[in-house]
């Protein structure tokens, strides 16, 4: 073997932002894969390939993820930004029952964080991301729409419609933590109400 192979040492750059980039999407949204992560980066503005995220996504390690226990002391919290006027915060979860005759049925419960006015309680026994949109619409056009929404990580608010409308909109979706609390108190008087109904 030649000298010069033996002590080569590449000078490729081995896209260490790009790779911190990859990792915070992920921790944060934990059930998006490469193909989603791709289209986020590309709306902050990385001109890079699928075939590079799924190279990195793949060398950090992230499609092996795995569930792994709970520990009960987690690291420190990010704190929320405050809630300073009307529309700048709505926060929705969904809550569920049965009907008499065993059938489940499932409420979206959508607030606003400042005022904690309940903007809409929409029932159906079948709720998708079509139909989160389809509510979230309604609200906007009387009401205007808001600088961001608080979710959690369910399939109805990671969904490509509601990633895309939030995106033309030009709203925030503001993702919880996995195993934390989702919007405290706030949702818990939204929930009250549509037990009361």
């Given amino acids: 073997m030649y000298r010069s192979t033996f002590?080569?040492?590449?000078?490729?750059?081995?896209?260490?932002?790009?790779?911190?980039?990859?990792?915070?999407?992920?921790?944060?949204?934990?059930?998006?894969g490469y193909k989603r992560i791709h289209i986020l980066l590309r709306r902050e503005g990385w001109k890079i390939n699928h075939k590079r995220v799924y190279r990195l996504y793949r060398e950090e390690g992230l499609n092996l993820r795995s569930k792994t226990k709970r520990k009960r002391i987690s690291g420190t919290r990010i704190p929320r930004e405050?809630?300073?006027?009307?529309?700048?915060?709505?926060?929705?979860?969904?809550?569920s029952d049965c009907l008499f005759n065993s059938k489940r049925f499932?409420?979206?419960?959508?607030?606003d964080v400042f005022s904690r006015?309940?903007?809409?309680?929409?029932?159906d026994q079948r709720i998708n991301g079509e139909k989160v949109v389809k509510a979230l619409e309604t609200i906007c056009c009387s009401r205007g729409a808001p600088e961001r929404i608080r979710v959690d990580n369910g399939p109805e608010f990671i969904s490509k419609i509601l990633d895309a409308w939030a995106y033309s909109a030009n709203i925030k979706l503001d993702f919880s933590r996995p195993g934390k609390l989702t919007f405290s108190q706030k949702t818990g008087l939204c929930k009250m109400l549509v037990l009361e109904i």
């Fill in 82 to 95: 405050d809630v300073r006027q009307i529309n700048q915060c709505w926060a929705m979860d969904f809550v």
């Fill in 106 to 111: 499932r409420a979206l419960t959508i607030i």
């Fill in 7 to 32: 002590r080569y040492k590449s000078k490729a750059d081995n896209q260490a932002l790009l790779r911190m980039r990859i990792k915070d999407i992920a921790t944060a949204r934990i059930r998006y």
């Fill in 117 to 123: 006015e309940c903007l809409a309680i929409y029932a």
